[in-house]
């Protein structure tokens, strides 16, 4: 975890969880992107039509989720997710979805 | 259950008091005999998920699962069936990799809680103690409210498949042996109840097979609400379109009596007469929360929650999760993979002596296909605030029609959730 990282995620989780949790992304972090597997797969490894979104680059990533959420990038939900969460929450997601192979 | 009023304050406080109940949890129970125990009821989209991500984020936590039922049987797709254009075994999974994440299952069936010691009752003999206790039942169908329904249901003769499962296998089963230009009746339970668009999804899904099978036959879908209870544009837009004629929508209509034997589904103002009847009584909270105490809303009906932990407002120590939770969040299975995220990444931190996030997120996607190749959702993000509760984000909402790019996708969204929960 880059010390930017770090200060990305307690900007977006409030310095909660940071300690003691056994990957490098803090808590908060593997939560929300918790909620994207239950589209994406498990692990962000999806089984058919929906992209998978493991081992994503995370600039990449954090374009896309910024495109969804302006209207930039277009497609057919990924708006409506992408406005649930902050700038800083894509920066953690997406140094947290590029460890994942 | 014994609760004197000091613990009573202390877990229906906010946040603070929640993470001091978790620090005497982990120094009263768990410090003598080692790894904290986790027990779980119910192995469904709640019950399975919270399991899985609680030994991925605690893996020093015991984790056992405790589920009567040898296969997951899906109640998402399930209206699919009902269709003609999925089988049971498409819906049908088995549980074999939750051992391998450590998952101690246990097959029974809870029969008592005791929340004084900490202690879950098996209909097998034996009890198990916990540290923490997290109800995941699904629902309870209320029978009782539909006056015949017992009888009927017994007697084979009307099933609500509102648990999926033989119910299901049953009403595919009566509606390929109806005759073209039958009737199917159909009932809508009044608000809240397990999935809001399910009932107008299986009229589309039943209007569809009957249009290519049996095209003279006809849907009378009586609705205990005043209106079309979920993505009502989506709905009217594809029984127009594809199916002019063949669904009678009458709002207001609960059903209070069903004879099976004359086939007649009775409404305040009709005895309606059908070939196949399927009607779906409320319901409320599964058995177990009221043993444990915890069915505790104003009708004795539904569980309320702190809903940052998904720890009982009234009983400590026993966290609710999944359609058994009275709340703003829609009764889905994709929620309740949601909560169960929650509620694990709370219960790691609480038996860890820190204080929960205090500002989870919970997503909803309800995907509901209108015809054999067309889909639309309905979709939010919710992120709690303290002293609101879940918020939802801007930009959540329904589709206005079904599309073909969003059946791909909800066919992917079931493959991947069913992984997710039991992968
Ligand atoms: C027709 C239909 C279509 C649906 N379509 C969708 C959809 O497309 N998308 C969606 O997100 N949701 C859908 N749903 C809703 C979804 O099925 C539920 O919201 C979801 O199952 C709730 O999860 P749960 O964990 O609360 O309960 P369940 O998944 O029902 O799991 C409860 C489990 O607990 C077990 N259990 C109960 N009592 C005990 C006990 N005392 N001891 C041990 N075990 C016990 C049960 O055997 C069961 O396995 C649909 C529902 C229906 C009926």
């Known amino acids: ?101 | 259950m014994t609760l004197n009023r000091r613990d009573f304050l202390k877990v229906s406080g906010a946040g603070a008091a929640v993470a001091l109940t978790g620090c005497a949890t982990q120094s009263a129970s768990t410090a003598a005999k080692g790894n904290p125990h986790v027990v779980i009821v119910g192995a469904g989209f709640g019950g399975a998920t919270c399991a899985k991500y609680l030994k991925q984020w605690g893996p020093n936590i015991d984790v056992t699962l405790i589920e009567p039922n040898d296969k997951f049987v899906s109640c998402p797709i399930s209206n699919w069936v009902l269709g003609g254009i999925k089988t049971m075994d498409d819906i049908t999974h088995g549980y074999d990799n939750l051992p391998k994440r450590g998952i101690k299952m246990v097959k029974d069936y809870v029969v008592g809680v005791d929340t004084a010691q900490r202690m879950v009752k098996l209909k097998g003999g034996s009890s198990i103690a916990y540290d923490r206790l997290v109800l995941a039942p699904g629902i309870e169908v209320l029978t009782d409210t539909v006056k015949g329904f017992k009888d009927a249901e017994a007697a084979g003769k009307v099933v609500h498949a509102w648990k999926a499962g033989e119910q299901t296998a049953l009403l595919r089963k009566q509606l390929e042996a109806m005759p073209d230009g039958g009737v199917f009746v159909m009932s809508v339970p009044t608000a809240p109840y397990r999935c809001p668009p399910g009932p107008y999804e299986r009229a589309c899904m039943v209007a569809n097979y009957f249009k290519k099978a049996k095209p003279k036959s006809k849907i009378i879908l009586l609705d205990g609400n005043p209106d079309i209870a979920s993505k009502k544009g989506l709905f009217m837009n594809a029984w127009n379109t594809y199916y002019p004629g063949m669904i009678e929508y009458r709002p207001n209509n609960a059903p209070f009596a069903v004879d099976g034997t004359k086939m007649i589904v009775s409404t305040e103002f009709d005895d309606v007469k059908g070939d196949v009847l399927n009607v779906v009584p409320r319901q409320r909270a599964g058995e177990v929360c009221a043993m444990a105490g915890a069915r505790n809303d104003s009708n004795g009906v539904w569980c309320t929650v702190n809903l940052a932990t998904f720890e009982s407002t009234t009983v400590p120590n026993v966290h609710v999760i999944g359609d058994s939770v009275l709340s703003n969040l829609p009764k889905s299975g994709h929620m309740a993979t949601n909560h169960a995220k929650v509620c694990a990444a709370a219960i790691v931190e609480l038996l860890a002596g820190r204080q929960p996030d205090p500002i989870p997120v919970v997503a909803n996607t309800c995907y509901s296909a209108t015809s054999d190749t067309t889909s639309g959702y309905v979709a939010n993000v919710f992120r709690f605030e303290a002293g609101k509760g879940y918020v939802s984000a801007p930009e959540g909402g329904a589709t206005a029609k079904g599309d073909e790019l969003n059946f791909a996708y909800n066919e992917s969204w079931a493959q991947n959730i069913w992984a997710e929960v039991l992968g």
Do not use: W
């Open chain 1, 1 to 101: 975890m880059t010390i930017k990282t770090i200060a990305l995620s307690l900007a977006a989780s409030a310095g909660f969880g940071l300690a003691g949790v056994a990957s490098a992304a803090d808590l908060h972090t593997q939560a929300i992107s918790a909620t994207c597997m239950s589209c994406h797969g498990p692990g962000g490894k999806s089984l058919g039509a929906i992209p998978s979104i493991n081992g994503l680059d995370k600039d990449y990533f954090v374009k896309q989720m910024k495109d969804f959420k302006s209207g930039a990038r277009q497609g057919t939900i990924m708006k409506r997710h992408a406005y649930g969460y902050t700038d800083a929450e894509f920066e953690a997601m997406g140094a947290y979805f590029a460890t994942l192979k």
